[in-house]
């Protein structure tokens, strides 16, 4: 199983990017998939996530204006971000369970001032 990961760059405060997460191999049913994120010097958190079903969950830092989605069909998970900030700068990592766990690569989010 592979998870791949784009949608990473450099954008300024108040700006958006759009990240997706697609996973390929041998997949019978692909359960939560989700966003975390990792700032230098900092541990990685939980941005947010969403269940097969479209139950979603937020960091209370992103409610408002990230939002994150799923197309079953292509096993792909996205995550909308607006209004970004110098704060959400970090690499970010998804996640998905395909039985356990997978991580795909990171992709690098730069917000600037």
């Known amino acids: 199983v592979q998870l791949v990961e784009s949608g990473g760059g450099l954008v300024q405060a108040g700006g958006s990017l759009r990240l997706s997460c697609t996973a390929s191999?041998?997949?019978?049913?692909?359960?939560?998939m989700g966003w975390y994120r990792q700032a230098p010097g900092k541990q990685r958190e939980l941005v947010a996530d969403?269940?097969?079903?479209?139950?979603?969950y937020y960091a209370d830092s992103v409610k408002g204006r990230f939002t994150i989605s799923r197309d079953n069909a292509k096993n792909t998970v996205y995550l909308q971000m607006n209004s970004l900030k110098p704060d959400d700068t970090a690499v970010y990592y998804c996640?998905?369970?395909?039985?356990?766990?997978?991580w795909g690569q990171g992709t690098q989010v730069t917000v600037s001032s």
């Open positions: 996640n998905a369970e395909i039985g356990a766990r997978y």
């Open positions: 191999g041998s997949i019978f049913i692909i359960g939560a």
């Open positions: 969403i269940t097969r079903g479209g139950t979603m």
